[in-house]
């Protein structure tokens, strides 16, 4: 990345609190999120932004190991202001829209000058 950039990972509330059957993935996930800190301070000097993003519980192939998951969604789901978990493609608009280059598609998008952030994009579910 000579030009600057932008690298992105998703993490999941589980690396601040205590999950039922979310077992190792908790350390695993705070480890990622101290990792986002220490390479945006390493890497934000070359122009190149990290990120962690936080999408709440989605339906993929690596989160069909984790126990009881189905129950971990709907939970989530019940304490989500719209009661509902945020799809995959919105996952995508709100990675794809921190991008350095990204339009601005509204005044709610975040600016170009953040270095290093994790963002919650889980339908407000952490706050409650």
Same mark, same amino acid.
């Given at each position: 990345m000579k030009d600057g950039g932008s690298l992105f990972t998703m993490s999941y509330f589980g690396a601040? @609190? &205590?999950?039922?059957? #979310?077992? &190792?993935?908790g350390p695993v996930k705070a480890a990622l999120e101290a990792s986002? @800190? #220490?390479? *945006?301070? $390493?890497?934000?000097?070359?122009?190149? @932004? &990290?990120?962690?993003? /936080?999408?709440g519980p989605i339906k993929t192939r690596a989160a069909s190991g984790? *126990?009881?998951?189905d129950e971990l969604m $709907?939970?989530?789901? $019940? !304490?989500a202001p719209e009661q509902r978990l945020v799809t995959i493609e919105e996952v995508g608009y709100?990675?794809? /829209?921190? @991008?350095?280059?990204? +339009? !601005? *598609? /509204? +005044?709610? *998008? +975040? +600016?170009t000058w953040i270095a290093a952030i994790r963002s919650s994009a889980d339908q407000g579910a952490v706050y409650r």
């Open positions: 601040n @609190r &205590v999950i039922d059957n #979310y077992g &190792v993935m986002v @800190r #220490y390479l *945006a301070a $390493e890497l934000g000097p070359k122009g190149i @932004r &990290v990120h962690a993003i /936080s999408p984790i *126990a009881h998951f $709907e939970k989530a789901a $019940e !304490r709100t990675t794809a /829209s921190w @991008r350095p280059t990204a +339009p !601005r *598609a /509204s +005044p709610a *998008a +975040p +600016p």
